[in-house]
């Protein structure tokens, strides 16, 4: 799943892997609240290979 965040130096939001989170907030990104990110095509795709569907 991915997470939207935000950066008060900067007027984009950007969506980033969940995972990813710690590290963009360290350099002091924000997650926005009660907007969570799309989960791509991309990363649908792993999971059904993944789980081997």
């Known amino acids: 799943m ?3 965040m ?3 130096g900067i007027d984009q939001e950007i969506e980033v892997a969940e ?3 710690p590290q963009y907030e360290r350099s002091g990104w ?4 009660g907007q969570p990110g799309k ?3 991309a990363a649908k795709g ?7 569907n």
Do not use: M
């Open 2 to 4: 991915s997470v939207r």
């Open 6 to 8: 935000s950066h008060d």
């Open 19 to 21: 995972i990813s989170v």
């Open 30 to 33: 924000k997650v926005v609240d």
């Open 39 to 41: 989960d791509t095509a």
């Open 46 to 52: 792993r999971r059904r290979a993944e789980e081997g």
